[in-house]
Nanobody, 119 residues
Framework: QVQLVESGGGLVQAGGSLRLSCAAS????????MGWFRQAPGKEREFVAR????????YYADSVKGRFTISRDNAKNTVYLQMNSLKPEDTAVYYC????????????WGQGTQVTVSS
């Protein structure tokens, strides 16, 4: 089973940028599509972005399209989320996880990384 560790979160002002990383263990990481999700206080966890196993295909939630970029480095077993033009409504705990059947999360959630955007 793949274990995931998210990092890179922090406090940033609106309009700023952050780059999240998700380090995965396991030899089969490069075979999996991966996604980023987020959960704001008092809200359901929601889909943010996903990337195919090869990195050739990506898909984004409308709320982040044009501002966030998902990428991966299979040699390093790592998935990234570059977040630009951050808004206060992007404040949430961000999680990465394997995805199946499109944007459906599969497996166990990691501890996530907190992103806080101040206005």
């Amino acid at each position: 089973q793949v274990q995931l560790v998210e990092s890179g979160g922090g406090l940033v002002q609106a309009g700023g940028s952050l780059r999240l990383s998700c380090a995965a263990s396991g030899r089969t990481f490069s075979s999996y599509a991966m996604g980023w999700f987020r959960q704001a206080p008092g809200k359901e966890r929601e889909f943010v972005a996903r990337i195919s196993w090869s990195g050739a295909s990506t898909y984004y939630a409308d709320s982040v399209k044009g501002r966030f970029t998902i990428s991966r480095d299979n040699a390093k077993n790592t998935v990234y989320l570059q977040m630009n033009s951050l808004k206060p409504e992007d404040t949430a705990v961000y999680y990465c996880i394997r995805t199946v059947g499109g944007s459906t999360p599969f497996g166990s959630w990691g501890q996530g990384t907190q992103v806080t955007v101040s206005s």
